[in-house]
């Protein structure tokens, strides 16, 4: 399927596989749920697809949204985001191979 490979080279962000979304539309579909984690004050553990941890860390250190399809997500990995008043940090917990 050449057509959905160009498609997808020139705007990952944009870019909807048939029947998929977007990472504009997971952006959408997290909004609420980001929100939520900001109200709550205990730790929470999720576990997700990549994708989505793209998503969260845009929130979460601030990454332009063209910029998020490009994160370099490490695959088996645990990592804690922690809010140190002023700004959020990521600390990898533990690595899987």
């Not at 498609?7 to 977007?22: M, T």
């Not at 539309?25 to 697809?49: A, G, M, Q, S, T």
Request: with cysteine; hydrophobic share 35%; aromatic share 14%.
């Amino acid at each position: 399927m050449p057509e959905l490979h160009d498609a997808r080279s020139k705007d990952k962000f944009n870019f909807k596989y048939p029947e998929g979304e977007s990472y504009y539309d997971l952006i959408i579909r997290l909004k609420e749920f980001i929100l939520e984690l900001n109200r709550l004050e205990r730790p929470v553990l999720i576990i997700c697809h990549n994708a989505i941890v793209r998503v969260l860390y845009s929130y979460f250190f601030s990454i332009l949204h063209e910029d998020i399809p490009h994160q370099n997500i490490q695959l088996h990995n645990l990592d804690c985001i922690t809010n140190d008043t002023y700004f959020y940090k990521k600390e990898s917990v533990l690595t899987y191979s």
